[in-house]
């Protein structure tokens, strides 16, 4: 069975090295370990060190060569727009706090999984709301680190730790 042993970034590789991909959904994309099918139907094992937030766009790459092509699944989605950048950093802050993922688009708009109570929520916050299908990559958050991978740069936990924080 294929191997995939390491999660490369977007665009880090070359189209003809590309052997097959993956389509996921958001909550399938944070991995460590773990048997798959590609899209053409073909079983590989996930297999890294570590678990992963697999991206839209990354590689996962084969014992042996070659890299499987992560895409992330459309799926039921609701964007929200507001009247003002205030009435935007409101309603953030009322989706915020109910701890879910939320990514931020262009252009003042943000999206969160589609989720009956939350859309209610917003609209009788007075925010606008068009649910669709469409991929969802959420913010990391403000303590993960900023690369799933391949990383070698200190993170907020190390900078402290060697200044005795």
Do not use: C
């Not at 590789?13 to 991995?31: M, N, Q």
């Not at 937030?53 to 895409?71: F, S, T």
């Not at 959420?138 to 991978?149: L, M, R, V």
């Amino acid at each position: 069975m294929r191997r995939a042993v390491t999660v490369v970034s977007n665009r880090s590789w070359s189209e003809a090295e590309i052997v097959g991909t993956v389509t996921l959904a958001f909550h399938d994309r944070h991995r460590r370990r773990v048997r798959m099918s590609d899209d053409s139907g073909a079983d590989f094992l996930l297999d890294l060190p570590q678990a992963a937030v697999l991206k839209n766009g990354d590689g996962l790459a084969l014992e042996g060569g070659g890299y499987i092509q992560v895409r992330a699944a459309p799926e039921a989605v609701a964007d929200i727009r507001a009247g003002s950048p205030e009435h935007l950093a409101r309603l953030a802050w009322h989706i915020g706090n109910r701890h879910v993922p939320v990514q931020v688009l262009p252009h003042g708009v943000l999206r969160i999984l589609d989720d009956h109570v939350l859309v209610d929520m917003v609209r009788g916050l007075g925010g606008e709301v068009v649910r669709h299908r469409a991929p969802f990559a959420p913010e990391a958050g403000a303590y993960a680190p900023e690369h799933t991978h391949d990383d070698n740069h200190p993170h907020v936990h190390d900078r402290e730790a060697a200044h005795g924080h």
